[in-house]
């Protein structure tokens, strides 16, 4: 699958030219194949792109104006589609591409509630919590017998391994790493 991009080289307009120059570097810096289309030098594209964009998408004159993004013979949208799709991040859904591996990905509902390994949701959060009980209860083990040594304080920072947990911070590893990727 080809992403199309009609753009006019010569044109006139600076709002049309930061346009193309917008959609062409987002592809380019996210490694998204893509080939671009001269419609000002070329009568062939500039009819292809105005006979394939739909008629609701067309302005009030009829005549689309540049950039214009296919993918092979679907239409895309134009700059202002390309714009909200990518400020939503769902760029690769709007131009008809797989996400890329490792990549975020909204998913339904069920989709979600389901993890790669086959677990559901709501069992390896149970599995998580009883990671976390483990871990307390391990604490409290080593808070004891730093308490019942007469020689040290139970304050002292080697033996005192209870978590000091700030408003709006991370308490788990869990947490962490959902705390960071938001």
Known sequence: MVIKVFVATSSGSIAIRKKQQEVVGFLEANKIDFKEFDIAGDEDNRRWMRENVPGEKK???GIPLPPQIFNEEQYCGDFDSFFSAKEE????????????????VTKSPEEASSLPNGDVTGEAQSTTEGTEKAEESGQQEAQKEGSEDAGELTGSPEKNTERCHMPGSPGTENELLFWWSW
């Open 89 to 104: 991040n769902i760029i690769y859904s709007f131009l008809g591409l797989p996400p890329p591996p490792g990549s975020k």
């Open 59 to 61: 302005p009030q004159n």
